[in-house]
């Protein structure tokens, strides 16, 4: 069935995917419309659209046009050209002028319009400048809607197309035709698997050195996702093959390897790949995070000075701030600050309980009797809050540190202020939860603070490693080549914790005591994942609140994995329904699977560093602080969502006010529940622990140690206190590659 007529108005369209509901103004019935639903890339009101399709029936709208095929036209009535120009496709102008345009030029408005938009001067209102800009907008919707459409015959969606359209512009059809691998590596959210269904779409050679070419950096590139900065050679090829032969299977693999082999050939000879030889291993680096990690240890070898400062003035100073402060620092702790006094690089590790933040105060307090300039920072807004409430002294974010600056991009989207030109004002720079930092956070940081600086790096090397690539304080560790004072005495004002102790229990390989005798360590056996679901709801809704006295949205649940019954989307779901159900009133918004909520928890999912936040007085109308930046882990409540709008407002950090458009919700989830790994740096009331199974990668010593420690109050732990067992024996956490350790090993035996 056929149906066609000018596009009277667009009533929904979903950017993400460009589905599409529309009415049309017939040729059949002028004066009657249709209401046409489907995927169609560069409609807007005003065009003349062709369609093929079928009648479907609705309960709201009765009848609509389902479209299976379509074409787009310019409108040829004044009618149509009329109502084309008042839709807002060009930019400045109204519906006064667009009459006055169509008064003037009748049918030959487009023409004039495309070929001589210096004529549009002749109408009153309409300057020669303006005249030039209508013409340049009319050039560019009438390139963007035919490139829409001939992308979306490959499958691909408004709002990526639009994205390609930017970045190629006109030269977008040579590269769908020679090369679309190159969408993989130049377009953020293309990856190779979707490249590779629009080249074949194109007519592209499974065989061809492009395709080839794409999935060595696609799988470079995903690696850096799982915290690798290399992939050993041969993984790296098995991984390659896996994209590449889906279909033909093994016997192509040696013709297959060959041709893996020149494209790391050729890709080195770009450079854009670097093979080093580490321990007998090829590791194949993409060449930034080559040279960051091969910076990073320069610097911190750069900064590893040694300062002469009189042992006995060092002795007194001590004995002052122990009589003063009322504190006995044990052997180890003094150490620390004695380390700390003569270096210009320490490591300062150690487990829940053992002093770190003693430690930490007496450092600050030694430092300010010398007269110093210090500054307090952590990885995330959570971790330097809590700095800033056990020290007293104003912590704040790595980022906020090195000032951020998120509205300006380079390599990576970010920049920093605060970098080797414009060094840190400090003479001591502290980081807490060290094992949080990523290579290139620590690349930027080790940048701004100037050799000579007392840098004071803590953290918990049992902790799992950053969510970013790099395994940086356990390599620093590891190299041996740095001061590291190691903590391990747990006082005595915190043994009654068993947390704490069954924390050090795990840590060691031991077994944590689960007898439900403690007051804030507690097994609840289930045996499967539907009592488990029922347990967890109701200890988060009201048990461990009432407990530990805090409010439902400040206990978290942890889980091992994203998928299944127990993992992070499902108990989301099923959390949202108990902790907070719909109510007449409270907005929601679909975003493709995820039902968003006014009063949701909800996390940010990866970094977004031109993200402004506002943060508001009490009254909640005068502004007290503006930034940008939110970051992968930071956790807020929905406070508003606003569909005439197409905005949610969250806030973050508990006064960090950010607006979302509909379209960035992709960087959203609910956070009722969490992964551990997410988790980094946090610390809760009360933690829920829901364990009944999974895969061993995922069931590891580490992960049990990472989600005991987040909980201040509570740790109840719901399900199999045998596969707690398992993990406990499973010391084998996953394997990170990186090369840091050697880079620092191999420099300081060059020294």
């Known amino acids: 069935m056929e149906l066609k007529g000018y596009i009277e108005k667009i009533i929904y369209r979903n950017e993400e995917n460009g589905y599409t509901i529309l009415s049309v103004l017939t040729d059949e019935q002028t004066d009657t419309t249709q209401v046409l639903v489907g995927y169609i890339e560069g409609a807007s009101q005003g065009l003349y659209i062709q369609a093929e399709g079928e009648m479907t029936e609705h309960p709201y709208y009765e009848s609509q046009f389902k479209v299976a095929s379509y074409e787009l036209r310019m409108p040829e009535d004044l009618d149509s050209m009329e109502r084309y120009l008042c839709s807002g496709a060009i930019k400045g102008i109204g519906p006064v002028l667009a009459m006055h345009i169509i008064k003037k030029f009748k049918k030959d408005t487009f023409r004039i319009i495309e070929f001589e938009p210096e004529r549009l001067a002749e109408i009153k209102g309409i300057s020669e400048r303006k005249a030039r800009e209508i013409g340049i907008q009319f050039h560019e919707s009438q390139d963007i809607r035919q490139a829409m459409m001939f992308l979306g015959k490959y499958g691909i969606n408004a709002h990526l197309a639009v994205r390609i359209y930017n970045e190629y512009g006109a030269g977008l059809y040579t590269v769908m035709k020679e090369n679309p691998y190159r969408l993989a590596e130049d377009i953020q959210g293309i990856g190779f698997k979707l490249a590779d269904e629009i080249a074949r779409k194109a007519g592209i050679r499974p065989d061809s050195d492009y395709r080839v070419r794409s999935a060595i950096l696609y799988t470079l590139s995903q690696s850096g996702s799982l915290g690798h900065m290399f992939l050993p050679r041969e993984l790296l090829i098995r991984k390659v093959l896996s994209f590449l032969l889906p279909e033909q299977g093994d016997f192509f693999q040696d013709s297959y390897e060959g041709m893996i082999e020149k494209q790391l050939m050729e890709l080195q000879l770009e450079r854009k790949l670097i093979i080093k030889e580490l321990e007998g291993m090829q590791a194949v680096y993409g060449s930034t995070q080559y040279h960051t ?42 150490q620390a600050v004695r380390q700390a006094a003569v270096s210009g690089l320490v490591i300062i590790t150690g487990g829940p309980g053992t002093g770190k933040t003693t430690v930490i105060n007496t450092i600050i307090q030694y430092f300010e009797q010398e007269g110093l300039e210090l500054r307090l920072a952590a990885p995330t807004g959570r971790a330097a809050k809590r700095m800033t409430e056990a020290t007293g002294y104003q912590a704040q974010t790595i980022h906020r540190l090195l000032e951020l600056n998120g509205s300006v991009e380079e390599e990576g989207g970010v920049r920093f202020e605060r970098n080797a030109r414009n060094p840190l004002e400090a003479d001591v720079v502290i980081i807490d939860e060290m094992s949080m930092v990523d290579i290139y956070l620590a690349h930027a940081l080790l940048q701004a603070v100037i050799p000579g600086t007392h840098l004071i790096l803590v953290g918990d090397r049992n902790q799992l490693p950053s969510v970013g690539p790099g395994n940086v304080l356990k390599d620093m560790i590891d190299a041996e080549v740095f001061p590291v004072i ?31 005798k403690s007051r804030d360590f507690f097994l609840l056996p289930r045996s499967d994942p539907r009592a488990v679901i029922d347990e967890v709801g109701k200890l988060a809704a009201y048990k461990m609140p009432n407990y530990v006295n805090a409010k439902p949205y400040e206990v978290q649940v942890l889980t091992p994995m994203r998928q299944g019954e127990l993992g992070v989307e499902n108990l989301n779901r099923e959390l949202q329904a108990i902790l907070n159900p719909p109510q007449p009133g409270k907005q929601e918004h679909m975003f493709r699977n995820t039902l968003f909520r006014e009063g949701d928890k909800v996390m940010q999912i990866k970094n977004n560093y031109k993200l402004e936040w506002t943060v508001y007085d009490a009254s909640g109308r005068f502004e007290q602080e503006k930034g ?3 970051f992968n882990g930071d956790i807020g409540i929905i406070r508003e969502i606003n569909d005439y709008a197409e905005e949610i407002t969250v806030v973050m950090d508990e006064d960090k006010v950010v607006v979302y458009e509909f379209k960035m919700l992709e960087e959203l989830e609910l956070a009722y529940a969490v ?61 990170r590659y990186s090369g840091l350790k050697w880079f620092l090993q191999e420099m300081g035996s060059n020294a």
């Not at 551990?676 to 009360?686: L, V, W």
């Not at 732990?717 to 084998?732: L, P, Q, S, T």
């Open 628 to 630: 940008t930046g939110i």
């Open 675 to 735: 992964t551990i790994h997410k988790s980094q740096g946090s610390e809760y009331p009360a933690v829920i622990l829901p364990i009944l199974n999974g895969p061993k990668v995922l069931l590891h010593r580490n992960l049990l140690y990472t989600a005991v420690t987040r909980a201040r109050k509570c740790v109840v732990i719901v399900g199999n206190g045998y596969k707690v067992y398992e993990m406990v024996d499973n010391a084998d956490e996953q394997k």
């Open 293 to 334: 990690e091969l910076d990073t240890a320069r610097l911190l070898h750069e900064r590893n000075l040694t300062f002469q400062t009189a042992e006995t003035q060092i002795e007194e100073t001590l004995k002052r701030l122990e009589q003063s402060s009322d504190i006995q620092l044990d052997e180890l702790q003094k």
């Open 486 to 516: 190691r903590l391990s005495t747990i006082y005595r004002q915190e043994e009654n914790s068993d947390i704490i102790m069954n924390a050090h229990r795990i840590q060691r390989g031991e077994y944590p005591v689960m007898n439900n």
